[in-house]
DNA sequence: CGGTAGATTTCGTGA
DNA sequence: TCACGAAGTCTACCG
């Protein structure tokens, strides 16, 4: 990885047009093409970047980062005044990230736990699938079939794309009376608000209480 | 700006559990208080990270970001090993990036322009609002009212939220017969097949153009 | 390669 | 502070 800082103008046209005035900023190069370059404030994101594949072109006062190609052609103009510094790391690319808490795992856990979202709920089957895409779970009880879609945040189009699949699901045979429900971590007041509207079920649940039920939680502690 | 080259294992846990086995890696401090954790590949993302307002606490061999408390604690450990290089840098952040082209631009240029979009087209209200949110813009011709999303890409969502609007501006007194169309640069295929079904009209535009009906473009450009 | 859905989305804005 | 919508979203996955 390559770290230079500099006093420098950038410019970048592409899917908008942008224009940095002159400033000291971090430029970072990473082995695999990518261009980022960083303020000291600003947080997470790069003031301006360039995703891999990249074609970079260098010359002393200036580093020019291109990308694709005729109208989606995107051109990083890096302008260099004055180099405060130009290092190189070597960094062996580590192993990957390993995360525990994501949308997938809570669909794990409700499909061992069905019975937490009503009593006597089964699970029919996981990745149900509609012409549209899949539904998370279908599941059913005495009542009939419950189609469940698994968010860890329950927004609006959560409640749209439940309200999609349900469209589909109910034009089968056998499952006209199939009714939604929208499970997340949290939820946005106006998806339960338009969920209501839609007749869809919304339910909050807690990911460690879940696999609680189950068996004592085995997963990724801070040390 | 502080950047550490380090060899270092991390842990988050907050709204996710993560572990990032050791390797060598870069760590970025801001002074506005933003960590990430980069490695040489992996593009625009950092491996791990915290934006500001962060709680920063260091010691020899590990330093601990947290952010929020009680539920909403998240917490960051960065294990070194072994530091290979820790450098800072004085960096007056520098001014803002200027944008031109996003959706608020494009919006303009249709308020300018709104006979662009349909011979006769005249604009009543820009940001006409409704119960959910401000449609972009109200217009009208001989035909009667036409209420119009502008979108930089056009995509499902952007129908669906159109229609969410649409219904709303029906029950309105007047403008029962209310029509919508979908404007963007780009259009998804299946953005103008839900649209079709919807009964909404799509409309690809070009900004350029657009601000062409008006006076020479006098907008950023690549030196 | 295009489309869809998820993300520790982040980030801005307006109420 | 909260909630919503845009973003050069980025990224993984699937066809």
Redesign the pocket.
């Known amino acids: 990885m390559r770290l230079i800082v500099a006093h420098c103008e950038v410019h970048?046209r592409?899917?908008?047009s942008?224009v940095l005035p002159p400033a000291v900023r971090l430029l970072m190069c990473k082995s695999d093409g990518s261009v980022m370059v960083h303020s000291d404030a600003?947080?997470?994101?790069p003031q301006?970047?360039?995703?891999p594949p990249t074609r970079i072109e260098e010359s002393a006062e200036r580093i020019v980062v291109e990308?694709g190609s005729g109208k989606a052609l995107?051109r990083?103009e890096i302008h260099i005044t004055e180099i405060l510094s130009d290092v190189t790391h070597a960094m062996d690319e580590g192993p990957r990230?390993e995360?525990d808490g994501?949308?997938?795992d809570l669909q794990e856990a409700l499909a061992d736990s069905p019975q937490a979202l009503a009593e006597g709920l089964r699970l029919v089957r996981r990745e149900y699938p509609t012409p549209?895409?899949p539904v998370d779970l279908m599941c059913a009880d005495a009542d009939g079939y419950l189609a469940v879609e698994v968010?860890?945040?329950g927004t609006?189009d959560a409640v749209e794309?439940l309200t999609r699949y349900l469209e589909y699901i109910r034009a089968e045979r056998g499952l006209e009376t199939c009714r939604g429900m929208l499970v997340a971590e949290s939820m946005?007041?106006?998806a339960r608000t338009l969920a209501v509207a839609r007749g869809i079920d919304t339910r909050t649940v807690d990911l460690a209480e879940l696999r609680g039920l189950r068996e004592p939680e085995l997963t990724l502690f801070m040390p």
């Open positions: 970048y592409g899917r908008v942008s600003g947080g997470y994101k301006n970047w360039m995703t990308k995107e990083l990230l995360k994501v949308e997938r549209i895409g968010k860890r945040v609006i794309q946005k007041p106006q």
